[in-house]
């Protein structure tokens, strides 16, 4: 399997996000996960498959089941399928390893892969949206309208954590990540309390979190 890392690690060894993305794109399919599928898709041949296991008996099909993944690449010793799950709810590792579990017990696959947001970056998401409202002058509700539009519930959130947390950046990215990458959502803690808890056992598995590093100004 030394082939897929070295693939892998070509498509993440480059990557970055800048804060601005954060900000425009909270949404589970950002633009950082765009560019990584591209790459995974377009440079390397890992596509998109369905895999259907029927169960027959007698020359009579009792079972169909089929696993979807985003992500698969046969290699001369192995299959290798990966999921990126950057901003997705956390039930989605559940999906992702249940599947891993499942091809791995018929025999179809080799190893499973989830790319997600990494401890550093869940636990510094405030301080980069802080940061970048305080470099932007965002420190009204008028200002912040020009970056995206918040609902009437999320301007109320902000304005009570703004007077809570001492300033509008603060208030702002306390709101802005709880409602966007809260801890609900795809990131490193909930992969990890699944994986302990031997969820996807016993198909090997690559578990990547993607560190604050890779956010840039």
């Known amino acids: 399997m030394g082939s897929a890392v ?9 990557i ?20 990584m599928r591209r790459e995974f898709s377009d440079e390397f041949g890992w596509g998109k498959h369905k895999f259907e296991i029927k169960k027959i008996i007698d020359g009579v ?28 709810k956390d039930p989605f590792f559940d999906r992702d ?40 002058n965002i420190d009204d509700i008028q200002k912040l309208s020009e970056y995206y539009t918040p609902t009437s519930r999320q301007i109320k959130l902000i304005e009570k954590a703004a007077q809570s947390k001492g300033s509008f950046a603060k208030g702002w990215a306390h709101t802005f990540v709880s409602d966007k990458f809260g801890e609900a959502t795809t990131h490193w803690r909930k992969l ?24 840039v100004k």
């Open 192 to 215: 990890e309390d699944r994986v302990n808890r031997g969820v996807g056992n016993p198909c090997p598995l690559l578990l990547i979190g993607i560190p604050i590093d890779v956010v």
């Open 61 to 88: 099909e009792k079972e169909s089941i089929s696993h979807e993944i985003d992500h698969v690449k046969k290699f001369s010793n192995g299959t290798f399928v990966l999921e990126i799950e950057w901003n997705n």
């Open 6 to 14: 070295k693939e892998i690690e070509s498509v993440l060894e480059n």
């Open 16 to 35: 970055s996000i800048p804060v601005e993305e954060l900000v425009y794109g909270g949404g589970g399919e950002g633009e950082l996960t765009q560019r």
């Open 97 to 136: 390893l249940d599947n891993f579990k499942r091809l791995h017990a018929d025999g179809v696959i080799s190893i499973g892969a989830i790319i997600t947001r990494g401890s550093s970056l869940q636990e510094g998401l405030r301080e980069a949206i802080e940061n970048y409202a305080i470099m932007n």
